[in-house]
């Protein structure tokens, strides 16, 4: 029997290996950074940070690390071009308008869970674009010059007021769940008498995102509240 012939890199089972979890592998570059892996954190990120923008946020991340505690002008202008492309990156992928409307047209079940998903990488991406900008600012201000105090405070503004507009909504997401969970509970109770040939009921159709993802997107928020007033007492 003739041996099965291995994926070629341009086969479909060849893609498929190439898939990662950046959740899983952004976790790892963070343990790496936390247990004086720098060297090792940075290849990670470095290698796969154009596979996703958590992973080019990443790459920045460390690379500002770099900058700040070296205060080497080379590192820091290296710094300064990895968070603008991973600020550019998270922009122009952003697709925050069309799936607003795909959510106003499109209420089946699968489209619903589509544009769910669609909401928590929206609101990701605009948190990591507010995180960038405060450490651009931190950038900025270590030149310690009135120009560079001035355009940090104008980039500051900016990430405040993204992190205000995502804080928001996701206030609103969880105060829209807590609203149909009554209305869920209700519908299930009056649908247990019926054939389950019925199809499913109203209420699984609803568009939602859980509760544990909102609660870490606005931990993320808090987070970067934080940053950003640790920021202000630098100046």
């Not at 499109?106 to 405060?134: F, N, P, W």
């Amino acid at each position: 029997m003739a041996a099965p012939a291995e994926p070629t890199p341009g086969s479909a089972e060849g893609k498929k290996t190439e898939r990662i979890n950046d959740a899983e592998l952004a976790l790892t570059g963070i343990n790496m950074l936390l247990n004086n892996g720098f060297k090792e954190s940075d290849e990670l990120f470095r290698t796969y940070r154009n596979h996703s923008p958590l992973m080019s946020f990443g790459a920045s991340f460390v690379s500002f690390l770099n900058a700040v505690m070296t205060f080497e002008e080379e590192k820091m202008q290296m710094a300064f071009e990895d968070l603008k492309a991973t600020e550019k990156l998270c922009e122009s992928e952003n697709a925050g308008v069309i799936e607003t409307i795909k959510n106003k047209i499109k209420r089946s079940h699968t489209h619903s869970q589509r544009s769910g998903s669609a909401a928590v990488d929206r609101l990701q991406r605009q948190i990591i674009i507010a995180d960038c900008q405060v450490y651009l600012a931190v950038l900025s201000f270590i030149k310690q010059e009135l120009s560079a105090y001035i355009k940090g405070g104008w980039i500051l503004r900016k990430a405040w007021k993204m992190y205000n507009k995502c804080y928001n909504d996701i206030t609103h997401l969880q105060e829209g769940g807590k609203r149909r969970a009554p209305e869920a509970s209700t519908s299930d109770s009056s649908d247990r008498g019926r054939s389950s040939s019925s199809g499913p009921s109203p209420s699984h159709r609803s568009n939602s995102i859980s509760p544990e993802v909102l609660d870490r997107l606005k931990g993320s928020v808090s987070f970067g509240y934080g940053l950003f007033h640790l920021c202000i007492s630098m100046v």
